[in-house]
């Protein structure tokens, strides 16, 4: 699931996957704005199926928060 999340990220934030690593976080990249946070977050529910809360939307912002919201839905 991890690889997924990361091409997923990747994609979304215009960027290599190389630059998605596992203690990526919003607060140290350019790339994650706003805008490319729920466009992350919609790719992240089509792709896995599952609606995340607004309150763990706003939780989301490394990449282990991602990956733990997930787990927790699937």
């Known amino acids: ?3 997924e ?3 997923i990220m990747a994609s979304v ?3 290599r996957i190389e ?3 596992d ?3 919003q607060k140290n990249v350019t790339f994650w704005d706003s805008l490319r946070h729920l466009n992350l977050i919609i ?3 089509e792709k896995f199926g599952i609606s995340f809360e607004p309150e763990e939307i706003s939780e989301m912002t490394t990449f ?3 990956i733990f919201y997930i787990t927790k839905k699937i």
């Open 1 to 3: 699931m991890n690889e």
């Open 13 to 15: 934030f215009k960027t």
């Open 5 to 7: 999340v990361k091409n």
């Open 43 to 45: 790719e992240l529910e």
């Open 23 to 25: 203690d990526l976080n």
């Open 64 to 66: 282990e928060r991602v």
């Open 19 to 21: 630059n998605i690593t």
